[in-house]
């Protein structure tokens, strides 16, 4: 009886040990180094900007809730920010990281100590540079695992895979970006595609260095993805194996079966690989998705190789999987609608249903006089003019100092806050004949939008076809949002609210605009802040096709900003 007893009370206890480590977030703690390291890919060696010298970098690994606190080191001789892609960073916009809108640049030879506050994001995050195009080489992984006690929303797989889609220039990635700046015109395209860091099989000189994966037949894995690639959409495949997607930007979402993946700039998905096939090696393969294809268009594909364990004969040669044609809008499309939240009891939505703040943004790329800011130019774009971007016809101006420090200090002169609900006067956003007065040149300013605090907002993005129409990943800082709908041509206010998706729609952070096409989005302004929201192909924020959100905060204390840490950086 009295050993029953002491059974019975050691697995109270037990219990509540458990119980207590579930509840518990714990602190994780990471050091970077920015610093300059050499590198070799495609027969040539330069310099590039890593974290602790790695390329891709370091995968931050932590739990759902967790905060984890990066100790960002500036070894390098340029001014650097690193943002954490998609982490919602509750009522702390102090470490979100967007340069000039956060926060002032970390210089070389300083530091920041970055305070990531995880709070419903499940699943697979990233971390990147947000200074000039510094992100081409720094970035990395952030996983967001199950909390202690609980599991993913479906088995468990064997193993996790990262599968880091990105490019790679021979060139100095500062020099490509200044170059364009100057000249006005597309920036050269890159050198190869890469996964985990690797262009392939396909590139000169990089063979014997292609990502190898290996699996054990009959076990499952969960590919934790990203498209960390600058300019363009990815198409990706593994040859006869089909994909199960089950998450996408830290948010689960019902089981996909597909042949490929359409993975924008910015997004993140989590795919499911059965190795049940014969044993061998198999291509898994990326390549661009545009719809659009100009001169910085890459048709060329890169590969890593699934090997599964066990004594065969190696093949000699491998077969690429079959992906869609490079400018299939369709077959893009196609794959981002069938996304789908869980919506169920353990993973819950609450998309809203009323709106506060009804906003029509449209998403266009224009042309400017070569001499535009830049005196005695001369210009490689369309007409001998200068590319730029603008959202509402409103091409966004970086300040010099930081937006969030201004607000939260009140200071003025640093902005505006009369960015435009909708376009100044509707046309045929999406037409072929566009008459030539669409041409001229946008506003520019550095103007935000003012939100109050829980107010419902849906934006409803809308491409157009001035100059030329192209997908364009939209990603939002400080929010998940809830798609609930899309479609191809002009969004009607009154037709196409009847077919939104308000059941599951998925939760994403970062969401391709089809070509003249729109998508819609919902979420509740409830995280009080600075907030920036741009396209995540890097030509288009660099030309202006960006914006900030300020959500002001709410009546008590737990709905204000908290107050900035004390080695914020200072311009
Ligand atoms: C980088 O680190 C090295 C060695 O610690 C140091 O000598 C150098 O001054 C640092 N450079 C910068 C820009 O911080
Ligand atoms: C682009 O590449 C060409 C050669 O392919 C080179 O001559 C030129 O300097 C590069 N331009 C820029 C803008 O980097
Ligand atoms: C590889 O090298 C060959 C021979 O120099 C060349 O014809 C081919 O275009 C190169 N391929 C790539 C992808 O660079
Ligand atoms: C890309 O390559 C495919 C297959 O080689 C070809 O059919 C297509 O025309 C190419 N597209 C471009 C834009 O070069
Ligand atoms: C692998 O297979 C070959 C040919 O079937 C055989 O000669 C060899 O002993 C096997 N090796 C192992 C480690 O099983
Ligand atoms: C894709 O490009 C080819 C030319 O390479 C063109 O014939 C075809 O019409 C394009 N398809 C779409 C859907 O734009
Ligand atoms: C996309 O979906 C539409 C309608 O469901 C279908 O007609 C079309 O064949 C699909 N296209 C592709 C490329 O999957
Ligand atoms: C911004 O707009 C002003 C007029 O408001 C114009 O003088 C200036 O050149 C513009 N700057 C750029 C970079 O287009
Ligand atoms: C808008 O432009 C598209 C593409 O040119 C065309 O099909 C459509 O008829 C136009 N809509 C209206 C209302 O003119
Ligand atoms: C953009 O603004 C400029 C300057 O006010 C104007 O001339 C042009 O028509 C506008 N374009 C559009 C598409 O609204
Ligand atoms: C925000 O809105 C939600 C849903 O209507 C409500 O439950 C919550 O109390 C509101 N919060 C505040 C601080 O107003
Ligand atoms: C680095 O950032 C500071 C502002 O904090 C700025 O004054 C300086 O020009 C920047 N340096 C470079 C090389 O961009
Ligand atoms: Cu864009």
Not at 243 to 255: Q, R, S
Not at 348 to 353: E, G, R, T
Not at 437 to 464: A, C, H, R
Not at 492 to 511: A, E, K, S
Request: net charge positive.
């Amino acid at each position: 009886m009295k050993i029953t007893m002491n059974i019975h009370a050691s697995l109270l206890g037990l219990l509540a040990i458990l119980s207590f480590l579930q509840s518990q977030a714990a602190l994780v703690r990471y050091t970077f180094v920015v610093q300059e390291t050499k590198y070799t890919r495609l027969c040539s060696s330069k310099n590039i900007l890593t974290v602790n010298g790695q390329y891709p970098g370091p995968t931050i690994s932590a739990r759902k809730g967790d905060t984890i606190i990066v100790d960002v080191v500036n070894n390098a001789t340029q001014n650097i920010t690193i943002h954490w892609h998609g982490v919602k960073q509750p009522r702390y916009p102090w470490s979100d990281g967007p340069e000039f809108i956060t926060q002032c640049p970390i210089k070389p030879g300083t530091s920041f100590s970055q305070k990531i506050i995880l709070s419903t994001e499940e699943g697979t995050l990233w971390w990147h540079a947000h200074s000039d195009w510094s992100r081409a080489t720094v970035h990395g992984l952030l996983v967001v695992s199950p909390k202690i006690g609980t599991t993913f929303p479906f088995p468990k797989p064997h193993a996790e895979v990262p599968v880091i889609l990105g490019e790679w220039w021979k060139q100095d990635i500062q020099t490509v970006m200044e170059d364009f700046l100057r000249l006005g015109g597309d920036p050269n395209k890159s050198d190869a595609l890469t996964i985990n860091g690797q262009p392939g099989d396909q590139y000169n000189c990089s063979r014997p260095d292609t990502t190898r994966i290996t699996v054990k037949k009959g076990k499952t894995y969960m590919l934790r993805m990203v498209n960390a690639a600058m300019n363009n959409v990815m198409f990706f495949a593994i040859k006869d194996h089909q994909l199960t997607v089950v998450g996408t930007d830290g948010a689960y979402t019902k089981p996909l079966k597909s042949n490929y993946v359409t993975i924008s700039p910015g997004q993140t998905i989590d795919v499911i690989l059965k190795a049940n096939k014969p044993k061998n090696h198999y291509y898994m393969a990326a390549k661009f998705y545009s719809s659009n294809p100009s001169s910085l268009f890459d048709n060329a594909t890169t590969t890593a190789i699934i090997q599964y364990n066990g004594n065969y004969t190696k093949p000699t040669s491998l077969v690429l999987p079959v992906l869609p044609v490079f400018n299939d809008s369709n077959a893009s499309a196609n794959f981002t609608r069938r996304l789908r939240s869980l919506a169920s009891n353990d993973h819950p939505i609450d998309v809203p249903l009323t709106i506060k703040r009804k906003l029509l943004y449209t998403l266009s790329l224009n042309l400017l006089p070569c001499d535009s800011g830049k005196p005695n130019a001369t210009c490689v774009g369309p007409l001998g003019r200068r590319f730029a971007a603008s959202i509402n016809n409103m091409t966004f101006d970086l300040p010099k100092t930081s937006i969030l420090t201004s607000y939260y200090r009140g200071m003025n002169g640093v902005y505006g806050d009369d960015f435009p609900d909708k376009p100044s006067f509707t046309f045929n956003y999406t037409s072929n004949s566009l008459d030539a007065s669409v041409l001229d040149p946008p506003m520019n300013g550095t103007k935000v939008k003012v939100l109050n605090y829980n107010d419902t907002v849906e934006i409803v993005f809308q491409g157009t076809n001035i100059l030329l129409g192209i997908d364009h990943p939209m990603h939002l800082h400080g929010y998940s949002f809830y798609v609930v709908g899309s479609g191809f041509g002009n969004f009607d206010r009154q037709r196409d609210p009847l077919n939104y998706n308000l059941v599951d729609p998925p939760l994403q952070q970062t969401i391709a605009v089809p070509r003249d096409g729109w998508t819609a989005i919902r979420f509740r302004a409830n995280n009080p802040g600075v907030w920036f929201m741009h396209c995540h192909f890097e030509r288009h924020i660099s030309w202006g096709m960006k914006m900030v959100f300020i959500v002001k905060n709410g009546k008590t204390k737990n709905t204000r900003i908290l107050p900035p840490p004390p080695d914020m950086p200072k311009c």
